[in-house]
């Protein structure tokens, strides 16, 4: 079986050549419609694209009007996703004008109602129907992009519905907060989901970050998944035969069955950008996370799978445009930096020019150190005279800050059961009040496994909760408040510190002094490695997490990435009553308030993660970068035994492990075509 044929990504006709126009209007009738739309996102179509799209709209209205359901609904279909297009980000990463912007999409609004007068509106309403439908599916409707459907809808007009679809989509995008802080130069954006991608993408998002957890939800959010991965997997009969034995190479062909549409959607973006843009963040297998060599294998796996894929749909989406760069895949591999063997890793899969976003990453020393090593596998990369793309150095703010939280709930509730004489009695009541009952048989009989699971994110969410001031005493009230409003500061202080340290911009020649020095490279060389390199606040847990570690047009190095119901947070909190965005302008490089990080400097796990240790100090000194000597802060050696590095690598293993196992359990069905052709031996029979 053909690659084009098993992933299906592009129409099997060999593309029209020489009028782009009609190029469109192939892919969309093939049942391309977003492809389709997508090639117009050229910068050589600046001042052309008007007249592509009028042509295109001549081709498209024949084949309208010869009243084929399908046919229509994907003339209807392309020209939607080519107006959202252009009233989204894209319009402006092209370069188009507001002139021709307005003409086009008043041409496609007038063309779309002319068709609506033809079929009675039936093919417009089953187009936005299932676009609704699709934006309601994210996160099960809990994220924005869910939100922003039900508002489009509530906007709708039965009797005028593209127009009214159109007008809705370009106030729920250009007056959303995100579009406005892309617009306005305070941070580039990431979208921590698998699905609503081309919505993120219209308000500017530029990264798509993934994990286990993300890769399976997937699946349960786009219908057919589940369809592309049989066809997948009826390209490797051997998996079916010994699915054990191959169980780690099916989890990577199903984690490229559901990523690959949000590499589809951000490919424009990449090209566009020659690959500072667009990349998509593709979890490495953590349970091999500390073994370089293996982990380099599968990524070059991943690499090789996706550039067969892409080699084909880029001849569609770019007809020809940059052969330099058709089939490089818009990914970046995600590396746990959870123990040593990361340092490796890093420096082997930048130095490939494959890039890397580091993870499992909560502190100071962490992040300060894999953006020094990243720096050099990207410098030994242009040395060999491979191109290199935008990598990102994440910071977990929320999970760090989880920990935190736990662990001190756990000591605070430590110290009120020691004048309690019945301690089992006293923890089987707060599991009671706490709904915890059921997971407190499974926790383990020693008093210090059932508070870790009282204390845990899943029954804690404040140390201000009403049961935990019951329980530690009223008394605390005051402190357990104070404690938990320092906490909630602990992850964007630590994001400001290596904002501070490495990617604020007044840093920026010395950096790139140091690497034309250290690495013998060109001032150009150099200042493409240190503008490659990017900080993504990852995480978040409220609003304020991410208006809080914002920059602004100066500031080029920093991507904050959100999962959708984070999203909706930053929205809504965008429309309360006296909200202004301008407050918030280089909040990340604001300094700590002294008061709260003397307070977080009491709690031993906060200065692992925010001093820096001997070995960094030095390093930066190397640069240029004066600090004050400081040396608690984590040692390499200890990163995988800190508190939240363990939780979160717990959860992925176990989530890999649980996404596995549902792709090996589907190979137990009999496949589609064992299915048909059971049906055709069966009609025979008759």
Same mark, same amino acid.
């Given at each position: 079986m053909k690659t084009t044929e098993i992933w299906n990504v592009s129409p099997e006709e060999k593309p029209v050549a020489g009028d782009p126009s009609l190029h469109l209007t192939q892919i969309a009738l093939a049942g391309y419609t977003q492809?389709?739309?997508?090639?117009?996102?050229r910068k050589e179509n600046q001042g052309k694209v008007r007249s592509i799209i009028e042509n295109s709209i001549d081709h498209l209205d024949k084949a309208f009007r010869e009243n084929r359901s399908t046919t229509r609904k994907r003339c209807v279909e392309?020209?939607?996703?080519?107006?959202l297009n252009f009233l989204g980000m894209e319009r402006k990463r092209t370069g188009f004008s507001d002139e021709e912007t307005a003409a086009i999409v008043?041409?496609?609004? /007038?063309?779309?109602?002319?068709? #609506?007068?033809a079929d009675s509106g039936v093919s417009v309403r089953a187009v936005v129907? *299932?676009?609704?439908?699709?934006? +309601?599916?994210? !996160? $099960? &409707?809990?994220?924005?992009?869910?939100?922003?459907?039900?508002?489009?809808?509530?906007? !709708?007009?039965?009797?005028?519905?593209?127009?009214?679809?159109?007008? /809705?989509?370009?106030?729920?995008? *250009?007056?959303?907060?995100?579009?406005?802080?892309?617009?306005? &130069?305070?941070?580039?954006?990431?979208?921590?989901?698998?699905? &609503?991608?081309r919505w993120a993408r219209h308000l500017g998002a530029v990264q798509v970050s993934s994990n286990p957890v993300i890769a399976a939800r997937a699946y349960d959010e786009i219908a057919d998944l589940w369809d592309r991965f049989e066809i997948v997997a009826s390209a490797h009969p051997e998996w079916r035969r010994d699915p054990e034995r191959y169980a780690d190479e099916i989890a990577l062909y199903g984690t490229v069955v559901s990523l690959l549409p949000n590499i589809l959607d951000f490919r424009p973006i990449a090209l566009l950008s020659d690959f500072k843009d667009g990349m998509v963040s593709i979890q490495l297998n953590p349970r091999k996370a500390s073994n370089a060599e293996e982990s380099v294998k599968d990524a070059l796996k991943f690499y090789s799978i996706l550039q067969e894929i892409l080699e084909s749909y880029d001849a569609y989406l770019?007809? @020809? /445009?940059?052969?330099? !760069? %058709?089939?490089?895949?818009?990914?970046?591999?995600?590396?746990?930096?959870?123990?040593?063997?990361?340092?490796?890793l890093t420096e082997s899969l930048d130095g490939m020019g494959i890039g890397t976003n580091n993870t499992v990453t909560f502190t100071v020393p962490q992040e300060i150190k894999v953006s020094l090593?990243?720096?050099?596998? !990207?410098?030994? /990369?242009?040395?060999? @005279?491979t191109p290199i793309t935008t990598i990102y150095i994440t910071n977990m703010e929320g999970r760090l800050e989880d920990h935190l939280r736990e662990s001190q709930g756990a000591n605070l509730l430590r110290t009120a059961l020691e004048e309690n004489a019945d301690k089992d009695a006293k923890i089987r009541s707060l599991a009671q009040a706490t709904g915890a009952l059921d997971d407190l048989k499974k926790a383990g009989s020693s008093v210090e496994q059932q508070l870790n699971l009282l204390c845990s994110k899943k029954y804690l969410k404040s140390l201000a909760d009403g049961w935990f001031i019951q329980a530690v005493g009223i008394d605390k009230a005051p402190l357990l408040k104070q404690t938990e409003e320092d906490i909630r500061m602990s992850g964007i202080y630590i994001t400001r510190k290596v904002f501070q340290l490495l990617f604020q911009p007044a840093l920026k020649s +010395?950096?790139? +002094?140091? =690497? #034309?020095?250290?690495?013998?490279?060109?001032?150009t060389e150099a200042t493409q490695v240190v503008e490659a390199v990017n900080l993504l606040p990852a995480?978040?847990?409220?609003?304020?997490?991410?208006?809080?570690?914002?920059?602004?047009?100066?500031?080029?190095?920093?991507?904050?990435?959100?999962?959708?119901?984070? *999203? =909706? %947070?930053?929205? *809504?909190? $965008?429309?309360? $009553?006296?909200?202004?965005? $301008?407050?918030?302008?280089?909040?990340?490089?604001?300094?700590?308030?002294?008061?709260?990080?003397?307070?977080?400097?009491?709690?031993p796990d906060f200065v692992k993660g925010y001093e820096l240790n001997s070995g960094l100090v030095r390093e930066l000194s190397k640069i240029g970068i004066a600090v004050s000597m400081e040396s608690g802060g984590l040692e390499p050696e200890e990163w995988f035994s800190y508190g939240p590095a363990r939780k979160t690598m717990d959860e992925f293993n176990n989530a890999y492990l649980s996404f596995r196992s549902r792709l090996l359990s589907s190979l137990a069905k009999p496949s589609m075509i064992d299915r048909q052709q059971e049906i055709t031996t069966q009609t025979k029979a008759r």
């Open positions: 492809l389709a739309a997508d090639t117009l996102l392309v020209l939607l996703e080519v107006a008043d041409k496609i609004t /007038a063309t779309l109602q002319n068709w #609506e007068r129907d *299932q676009m609704l439908r699709a934006m +309601k599916l994210v !996160l $099960s &409707g809990k994220g924005m992009v869910a939100k922003m459907a039900e508002e489009i809808e509530g906007a !709708l007009v039965t009797e005028d519905l593209a127009n009214s679809f159109i007008a /809705a989509s370009k106030q729920a995008l *250009q007056n959303n907060v995100y579009y406005r802080i892309v617009d306005g &130069g305070l941070s580039k954006f990431g979208n921590d989901s698998a699905t &609503g991608l770019t007809a @020809g /445009a940059n052969a330099m !760069l %058709k089939g490089r895949p818009n990914i970046v591999f995600k590396v746990s930096t959870c123990a040593v063997e990361a340092i490796a090593v990243a720096m050099k596998g !990207l410098a030994a /990369a242009l040395k060999a @005279g +010395k950096l790139v +002094k140091y =690497l #034309e020095e250290e690495f013998d490279l060109s001032e995480s978040k847990r409220r609003a304020e997490d991410t208006y809080l570690v914002l920059g602004d047009r100066d500031v080029s190095n920093l991507t904050n990435t959100e999962f959708p119901d984070h *999203q =909706l %947070k930053v929205l *809504q909190r $965008s429309r309360e $009553s006296g909200f202004r965005l $301008s407050d918030f302008e280089n909040s990340i490089a604001a300094e700590p308030d002294r008061a709260t990080l003397e307070r977080l400097l009491q709690i």
